[in-house]
């Protein structure tokens, strides 16, 4: 239910007392710098590609401009579903409860995306990190696998901790490990109760403060508890813990409080990543891998090294590597026989407690497998991707970060695929939805125009390859875009010996089948032509062409198409009579007499756009037939 406008600006004005009193902090501030005036011009564009790319550089999604416009407001009133969705999926707030996330639903230019807006989880918009600090918080008391480098007791309670979260997040434990990094046990002082010490060392791990610090069963009382919870944090230096405590019951400051200890964690460990990890891969020979040795206790409390190898040349001398799963567009390239240059291969210093957000490796460590047992020294377990693709994996599960060029994308989703990393996949997914978008926007339609035109846009992705990792993957968003991305460009396409194979494909995607099946890729071309000419129909105002249903009617555009054929025949073809030449003192001249005309796919000129279209349509629709009757197929 939308509320009405006067209880609009009462919320208005509860935030803004709120806000001005210091008890809540602003989740829209004013935000004038070039980069968000950037998103907020593409989103009034609905460009998808632009907009993903400024979301990539950190742009800030829910600020607002002197009008008191969000991206997500601009977008949702200018009508662009695709992108108010990609602006959700991105962290864009839509809270109910906030005058800002009431206004986008009241502005909404149509029920779509109002229905998204309404439907969409609040959880997933206003903290994308929380999946990423579930599992911070989830290592607190995790023992299978084991992952837990230090164990801190007193008397009884033993706490199964990891040195990495804890150098991380304070300075005191840096310091003391940097001093002696094979400590592997941490005795409490009995002066401070072990409850206060549960208590910091569960908020370092990002959990949930407890209203009551003492439980029934503790001999503390709670006044010795929030005594050592003071000592304990200045002793750890983690001063914001008291906030946290003192935001009480108020369920909106407390969820603000953890919001900015979850950003301050992620960027620590973000920190602790780029340094430790990415400072200490090491690029060597490929044969001699196996001569690495890093021993347990390292500086950097690594447990495991990764291997991702080189792409190599063709040089002329055999190479031969350990079996692996293969993924990626290149997986079925043979090998040839020959030589090949000396590959390298990039090792990665990794925690298992951050790599075990993969199901592939949280069954690897809970196995039998040789990588879960005990070595001399840290195993190394082989990755089948390249050392650019392991990089953006391993900072998605150290950060929840994905910066990925479009160049990667797509080995990037099979990556992912194969390590059973479904966000990461949908977020591969999602760049080469709109970053595969390229520079035009995809509702311009690309028939009309000069061919001399000096600045033809380059394809930005291949398409062919898109569709087919779709297929493998099962990845609907990809099929979608896709079909649509084909039928926005058909004519680029159609001719092409490699796209009628791809219909032939689809088709035999169906076992078994029969005369009256379709086929599923060639009906959602058909269906994004159709919108795409439906569009320029109701724009020219020809709404003779459409049927009740607002979908284009074949058989009336085939009729105007020959209608129109006719008379550019006769106006090119035909003199005019005796009695026409008394009335007219000139004779019309064709389109192609004038050169003022527009010409269609088949090469014929027509006096305006909107003939053209009609022309078009049909030239499209009798291609796509073609080719059916040449593969013989019924669809």
């Known amino acids: 239910m939308v509320i009405r406008k006067h209880e609009l600006e009462a919320k208005l004005k509860d935030d803004l007392e709120l806000v001005q009193s210091g008890v809540l902090r602003e989740e829209n501030p004013l935000d004038s710098s070039q980069e968000f005036n950037e998103l907020l011009e593409a989103c009034r564009r609905g460009d998808l590609k632009r907009s993903q790319e400024l979301i990539t550089a950190g742009v800030n999604l829910n600020g607002k401009d002197k009008f008191d416009y969000t991206p997500l407001i601009i977008a949702s009133l200018c009508g662009?579903?695709?992108?108010?969705?990609?602006?959700?999926?991105?962290?864009?707030?839509?809270?109910?409860?906030?005058f800002q996330g009431e206004r986008c639903i009241y502005n909404a230019l149509n029920n779509k995306i109002r229905n998204l807006l309404l439907k969409y989880d609040y959880s997933k918009s206003t903290d994308p990190l929380q999946p990423w600090a579930a599992h911070i918080t989830s290592l607190f008391a995790r023992t299978v696998p084991k992952t837990s480098d230090i164990t801190l007791t007193e008397g009884s309670e033993n706490l199964e901790l990891h040195k990495f979260i804890l150098s991380a997040r304070s300075p005191y434990f840096n310091n003391k490990f940097k001093e002696a990094p094979e400590t592997a046990t941490w005795k409490l002082p009995q002066s401070k109760p072990v409850e206060s010490f549960s208590i910091v060392l569960r908020y370092l791990y990002l959990g949930d403060i407890p209203r009551e610090v003492v439980d029934t069963r503790s001999i503390r009382t709670e006044e010795e508890v929030l005594t050592g919870i003071d000592k304990i944090s200045k002793q750890l230096e983690i001063p914001k813990l008291w906030e946290v405590i003192l935001s009480g019951n108020d369920r909106r400051l407390a969820r603000q409080r953890h919001q900015d200890e979850v950003n301050r964690a992620q960027q620590q460990i973000s920190d602790f990543f780029e340094q430790k990890v990415i400072g200490h891969k090491m690029t060597v020979d490929t044969r001699k891998t196996s001569e690495v040795k890093w021993p347990h206790g390292?500086?950097?409390f690594a447990d495991c090294l990764l291997r991702a190898d080189e792409a190599v040349g063709d040089t002329g001398q055999e190479q031969h590597e350990p079996s692996s799963i293969p993924i990626g567009p290149g997986a079925n390239v043979p090998v040839q026989n020959g030589n090949t240059e000396r590959g390298k291969s990039v090792l990665y210093p990794a925690h298992k407690a951050m790599l075990i957000r993969s199901p592939y490796f949280e069954t690897m460590f809970s196995s039998e497998f040789l990588e879960a047992?005990?070595?001399?020294?840290l195993h190394i377990i082989k990755i089948d991707c390249s050392p650019?693709?392991?990089e953006i994996i391993l900072r998605f599960m150290y950060t929840e970060e994905v910066e990925c060029p479009l160049d990667l994308a797509l080995d990037l989703l099979y990556a992912s695929d194969m390590l059973l990393l479904d966000k990461l996949k949908s977020k591969a997914a999602v760049l080469i939805t709109s970053l595969g978008s390229g520079n035009n926007n995809v509702l311009v339609d690309r028939t009309h125009?000069?061919?001399?035109?000096t600045g033809v846009e380059v394809e930005p992705i291949n398409v062919y390859d898109v569709i087919h990792a779709a297929w493998d993957l099962r990845v609907q968003r990809l099929e979608t875009f896709a079909a649509r991305y084909l039928a926005y460009r058909l004519e680029d396409y159609i001719d092409e010996e490699e796209f009628a194979e791809l219909i032939q494909e689809s088709a035999a995607r169906v076992k078994n089948r029969e005369e009256t099946d379709t086929i599923e890729l060639l009906d959602d071309i058909r269906y994004y032509l159709d919108d795409r000419f439906r569009l320029r129909f109701e724009d020219a105002g020809l709404d003779e062409m459409l049927d009740e249903r607002g979908e284009i009617d074949a058989s009336t555009v085939e009729a105007l198409t020959s209608q129109l054929q006719g008379m550019n025949g006769m106006n090119g073809s035909s003199a005019p009579t005796g009695s026409d030449q008394a009335v007219s003192a000139a004779p019309q001249e064709s389109p192609a007499e004038s050169g003022m005309g527009v010409r269609t796919l088949d090469g014929e000129l027509v006096e305006d756009e909107f003939v053209s279209d009609a022309i078009n349509y049909q030239v499209l629709l009798r291609k796509i037939d073609v080719i059916l009757e040449n593969l013989k197929l019924d669809a």
């Open 80 to 98: 662009h579903y695709e992108l108010v969705e990609l602006l959700l999926e991105s962290g864009a707030l839509a809270e109910r409860d906030t």
């Open 373 to 377: 047992q005990e070595s001399e020294h």
């Open 298 to 300: 390292n500086s950097i």
């Open 388 to 390: 650019a693709v392991l």
């Open 449 to 453: 125009g000069d061919n001399n035109e």
